[in-house]
């Protein structure tokens, strides 16, 4: 069974471990402005998925993961000096997409936006094709509807 909440403290340490590496002790020039932004260990603590984002361009975030890539040995090795598990769980470096998702949604949102604004424009000079209410009645005289039950 597997404990959740110590998972959780070893990727929360994970990413700490990590981020400092990338500060401090990575000298790669490939490697761009990486930001750490989770880790996800599985439920045995046998494997972490770093996810990272990069600022910058397609070529800053392909020379960043190769130079991740590279230092991977290096981290996972911190890792176990640093955590103290019995087994030290590999590595996964994953491009996070959340920026590309947020500019996504940003983007749908305007859009959105956009088309309400021109709805409600359209809808303040609107007027209606009939008349204003279509089930309205001629009145009824209450002679006529007297005659009517009498019969």
């Known amino acids: 069974m ?3 909440a110590r998972a959780r403290k070893l990727a929360d340490r994970i990413q700490v471990i990590v981020a400092q590496m990338i500060d401090t002790r990575i000298k ?12 996800r260990v599985t439920g045995d603590l046998q494997h972490a998925s770093v996810f990272y984002t990069v600022l910058g361009d397609a070529e800053a ?13 290096l981290m996972r090795s911190e890792v176990g000096k640093q955590t103290g598990v019995r087994l ?28 309400d604004a021109e709805v409600a424009a359209l809808a ?11 089930y309205k009645k001629a009145p009824v005289d209450d002679d ?3 005659e009517d039950e009498d019969a």
């Open 2 to 4: 597997a404990d959740h």
């Open 28 to 39: 790669d020039p490939r490697l761009g402005f990486v930001t750490v932004t989770d880790v």
């Open 61 to 73: 975030r392909a020379g960043s993961a190769v130079a991740l890539e590279s230092a991977k040995g």
């Open 88 to 115: 030290t769980p590999s590595l996964e470096f994953v491009l996070d997409a959340v920026p590309e998702t947020a500019a996504n949604m940003t983007a749908a949102l305007n859009e959105a936006a956009r088309r």
């Open 124 to 134: 303040a000079g609107a007027v209606y094709a009939g008349d204003a209410d279509p």
């Open 144 to 146: 006529e509807s007297d």
